[in-house]
T-cell receptor
Framework: EAQVTQNPRYLITVTGKKLTVTCSQN?????MSWYRQDPGLGLRQIYY???????DKGDVPEGYKVSRKEKRNFPLILESPSPNQTSLYFC????????????FGSGTRLTVV | DQQVKQNSPSLSVQEGRISILNCDYT??????FLWYKKYPAEGPTFLIS?????DKNEDGRFTVFLNKSAKHLSLHIVPSQPGDSAVYFC???????????FGTGTRLKVLA
């Protein structure tokens, strides 16, 4: 089944403790992206990657890092999480950079206390 | 500054009637538009799309209309069913960067 898989689904952590949210897609998609969803703000792009070893900042990149060492994986790294990063996170992939639409993962609900 | 706006946070409709969800945008460089549906505890799923060269696209019960002069997009669901109850996001693609800007979503509730 074609899908984007994120882990974990739920995570509660403490301020400052580094964490990684994994994302993997099995569709051989070139384009991958991370979004966060917050009430009243919709989905905002954090980082995106047009292909292996090519990543760029989205609209809200502060406090996040990403890497794209393999085509299928695009982990989101929070080096020092803070409470304002409490959010619902979605990984998404698209066939290529023309981006005619995403396939989204099921989401990761992160709480930073 | 929100480039893509969904001004109705919520909408309730009776089963069998038409649901109309609206989306306004400000950037004339947007060339491709999408609607996504999102159920609780799931990721958004693609519903329907429309290119800026068209003014209408239909897929079963779902029709998207694009009015470029008004910079307005709407999604019509006819007839509405209880299973359509979800949050609907519109998204617009920038023709220069291919990045999508999402609206804030409209929660649709279809009453049985």
């Amino acid at each position: 089944e074609a899908q984007v898989t994120q882990n974990p689904r739920y995570l509660i952590t403490v301020t400052g403790k580094k964490l990684t949210v994994t994302c993997s897609q099995n569709m051989n998609h070139e384009y991958m992206s991370w979004y966060r969803q917050d009430p009243g703000l919709g989905l905002r792009q954090i980082y995106y990657s047009m292909n292996v070893e090519v990543t760029d900042k989205g609209d809200v990149p502060e406090g996040y890092k990403v890497s794209r060492k393999e085509k299928r994986n695009f982990p989101l790294i929070l080096e020092s999480p803070s409470p304002n990063q409490t959010s619902l996170y979605f990984c998404a992939s698209s066939l290529d950079s023309r981006n005619f639409g995403y396939t989204f993962g099921s989401g990761t609900r992160l709480t930073v206390v | 500054d929100q480039q893509v706006k969904q001004n109705s946070p919520s909408l309730s409709v009776q089963e069998g009637r038409i649901s109309i969800l609206n989306c306004d945008y400000t950037n004339s460089m947007f060339d491709y538009f999408l609607w996504y549906k999102k159920y609780p505890a799931e990721g958004p799923t693609f519903l329907i799309s429309i290119s800026s060269i068209k003014d209408k696209n239909e897929d079963g019960r779902f029709t998207v209309f694009l009015n470029k002069s008004a910079k307005h997009l709407s999604l019509h669901i006819v007839p509405s069913q209880p299973g359509d109850s979800a949050v609907y996001f519109c998204a617009a693609r920038d023709s220069g960067t291919y990045k999508y800007i999402f609206g804030t979503g409209t929660r649709l509730k279809v009453l049985a």
